[in-house]
Nanobody, 115 residues
Framework: QVHLVESGGGLVQPGGSLRLSCAAS????????MGWYRQSPVKERELVAA???????NIADSVKGRFTISRDNAKNIMYLQMNSLKPEDTAVYYC?????????WGQGTQVTVSS
């Protein structure tokens, strides 16, 4: 069983920064990719950023230049550094893990960008 736990969400003013963390635990046999998705009441769930087993990353155009995804392989933790936050970044952010056998989701962490 694999568990993903996100943390780091909260309320921030426009232009501010947050760093989200996703800690993975359990029987992780082989990771193919990890990613961050977000969902708001007015939008469908969308991919924000992904990082693959070889270290390559994919960043959505809407956050490119502002968000950075990274991973600490030794600790099985993935990060999303979010800078220059905008009100439209407000959403629940979900961690996603894809392995050879299955895929897993975290419970989500709320990010609210508001003055």
């Amino acid at each position: 069983q694999v568990h993903l736990v996100e943390s780091g969400g909260g309320l921030v003013q426009p232009g501010g920064s947050l760093r989200l963390s996703c800690a993975a635990s359990g029987s992780i046999s082989s990771m193919h990719a990890m990613g961050w998705y977000r969902q708001s009441p007015v939008k469908e769930r969308e991919l924000v950023a992904a990082i693959f087993s070889g270290g390559l990353t994919n960043i959505a155009d809407s956050v490119k230049g502002r968000f950075t995804i990274s991973r600490d392989n030794a600790k099985n933790i993935m990060y999303l550094q979010m800078n220059s936050l905008k009100p439209e970044d407000t959403a629940v952010y979900y961690c996603h893990l894809v392995t050879m056998e299955s895929d897993y989701w975290g419970q989500g962490t709320q990010v609210t960008v508001s003055s």
